[in-house]
């Protein structure tokens, strides 16, 4: 798994962070996650399912998106640090075979706590997840 890891000295408002690169989606992970948050809706694991209410293929969870996000902020906080809050909006569908990028920017800094813009591309500059995370020093 990639590392990522914030600095705390040196942390500016206006920085951008280490962005984390995850790999393809992938159906098994689509079934997995399924099955491990309970959502079995048909739009994400069967393709017939999908086209017929307008989709062009399964799409991803939108709850998995937030979920990189959340694992980017936890792997960001690291050990000196928690993710004391996120928030997400989904802007956009993620299909099998996407490769999604997790960024951070540095939005506020002040009395231990961080403040990073989330957001998740497939290209750059495109969010199909966005949000905001707090990070409390510890």
């Known amino acids: 798994m990639q ?6 000295s040196g942390i500016e408002v206006g920085q951008e962070l280490e962005p ?7 159906k098994v992970q689509l079934l997995k996650y399924a099955g491990a948050s309970g959502d079995f809706n048909l739009i994400h ?3 017939e399912t999908a086209r017929e209410v307008g989709l062009p293929g399964t799409i991803a969870h939108g709850m998995l998106s937030m979920g990189f996000l959340g694992q980017y902020a936890g792997m960001l ?7 004391s809050e996120l928030k997400v909006r989904f802007a956009g569908m993620v299909f099998p075979g996407d490769v999604l990028t997790c960024r951070a920017k540095v939005t506020g800094k002040e009395g231990g706590k961080i403040v990073l813009s989330l957001a998740v591309e497939r290209e750059p500059g495109k969010a199909l997840t966005s949000g905001e995370a707090t990070l409390t020093l510890r």
């Open 45 to 47: 694991t069967d393709v």
């Open 77 to 83: 906080a690291g050990t000196t640090a928690f993710v």
């Open 3 to 8: 590392q990522v890891r914030m600095d705390w």
């Open 20 to 26: 984390l690169v995850k790999p393809a989606i992938s």
